[in-house]
């Protein structure tokens, strides 16, 4: 029942993030020059080409959104650190041979605080991209994330479907003898094989 509990705050967590990364993701130059260290260019990120059309961004907008990923990036990836860290420290008191309630309640206490300061973070981060927009920008962005979010829900539909045939597929192929084991369906087919014997 807590583990429902825990895991439920955790799926709309990870939908939030995926939403800002891919914002986020959006906004930042996707290819480091040869050479160069991963952290210089994740600290001179800048909208993608393509979100820059699609936003009509000026130069000066540009630079700010850069300036922006610049102060928050850092934080952003030691808060996921952190979240990684405290989820893998709940697990472990709750498959604990020994399990320790009072510690697994710490635990369950210390992810939900390191959620709350990413999702704060995230929020932080939006408000400050919104205010560097114009108004017309807004909305586009707006669009466009129902756009990615109605493609996330497609894929996700898909995923399902696709699980449900083969889950299908894999009751058609064993129709006569659901939920046996190889030993209960050998057992099967030689009485099958028997009674007719007995017949004659």
């Excluded at 700010?64 to 990036?73: A, H, S, T, Y």
């Excluded at 952190?82 to 893998?88: D, I, L, S, T």
């Excluded at 929020?123 to 129902?146: D, F, M, S, W, Y």
Aim: net charge positive.
């Amino acid at each position: 029942m807590n583990h429902q509990r825990i895991k439920s705050p955790h799926i709309l967590l990870a939908a939030f993030l995926v939403l800002a990364a891919a914002f986020a993701t959006r906004a930042q130059t996707t290819t480091t020059p040869p050479g160069e260290p991963q952290d210089k260019a994740a600290a001179q990120p800048a909208p993608t080409p393509n979100l820059q059309q699609q936003l009509n961004l000026t130069p000066d907008q540009i630079q700010k959104w850069r300036e922006l990923n610049r102060e928050l990036r850092p934080q952003e990836v030691a808060g996921q650190l952190k979240v990684r860290e405290a989820r893998r420290a709940l697990t472990e008191a709750m498959e604990s041979p020994t399990p320790n309630e009072d510690l697994i309640k710490q635990r369950a206490k210390d992810l939900a605080d390191a959620q709350s300061a990413m999702t704060q973070l995230q929020a932080l981060r939006q408000a400050r991209v919104l205010q560097i927009l114009t108004p017309e920008q807004r909305i586009k962005l707006k669009e466009i994330r129902e756009h990615a979010r109605e493609q996330a829900q497609e894929l996700k539909r898909q995923q399902q479907q696709m699980g449900n045939g083969l889950n299908q597929r894999q009751q058609l192929k064993r129709p006569n003898a659901p939920g046996l084991t190889p030993v209960q369906r050998k057992a099967v087919r030689q009485q099958q094989t028997q009674a007719p014997k007995q017949k004659r």
